[in-house]
């Protein structure tokens, strides 16, 4: 009887136990990977930033070529 409790306990932690948790951690990852409401407006914003950023880098480039052609030609 006791080598049987034995074995059964062996089988639960080499078995039984992993499974558990790897079906544990399947669900909760299946569950989170959708974003949130906050996330999206997190995103929109960083994009909406990214955008006005791409737009003063091409504004200052702009610029720049301006100047540094005017030099040349002096």
């Given at each position: 009887?006791?080598?049987?409790?034995?074995?059964?306990?062996?089988?639960?932690?080499?078995?039984?136990?992993?499974?558990?948790?790897?079906?544990?951690?399947?669900?909760?990852w299946k569950q989170?990977?959708?974003?949130?409401?906050?996330?999206?407006?997190?995103?929109?914003?960083?994009?909406?930033?990214?955008?006005?950023?791409?737009?003063?880098?091409?504004?200052?480039?702009?610029?720049?070529?301006?100047d540094s052609t005017?030099?040349?030609?002096?």
């Open positions: 009887m006791n080598a049987l409790m034995t074995l059964a306990v062996i089988l639960f932690f080499t078995v039984l136990a992993p499974l558990i948790v790897i079906f544990y951690f399947i669900t909760k989170t990977r959708e974003i949130s409401g906050d996330d999206e407006r997190m995103l929109e914003d960083l994009w909406t930033l990214s955008q006005r950023l791409e737009d003063r880098i091409e504004t200052l480039e702009r610029i720049l070529e301006d005017t030099q040349r030609r002096q």
